[in-house]
């Protein structure tokens, strides 16, 4: 079983977002984010186990979360 996580801490941990004509960086805790996007993912397709997410689904479902976080109706669960 192949783990993605070494792959997936080398990137980047700023992203940025444009708002009001202004460029701002966004930290992420990356760990975290991927960490949660995983666990609903993995909810949502028991077949398939949080090992075999690679880092492309990771990401594409970690960028659902930020543009949450970024309209604001994003919270941290519990």
């Given at each position: 079983m192949h783990d993605n996580a070494g792959a997936w801490r080398a990137a980047p941990l700023t992203a940025?977002?444009?708002f009001a004509g202004c460029v701002y960086p966004l930290?992420?805790?990356?760990d975290f984010v991927a960490g949660r996007a995983r666990a609903r993912w993995t909810a949502e397709q028991p077949a398939v186990s949080a090992d075999e997410l690679t880092v492309a689904q990771a990401v594409e479902i970690d960028?659902?979360?930020?543009?949450m976080m970024t309209a604001g109706s994003w919270s941290a669960p519990s």
């Open positions: 940025y977002v444009f930290w992420l805790d990356i960028a659902g979360y930020v543009q």
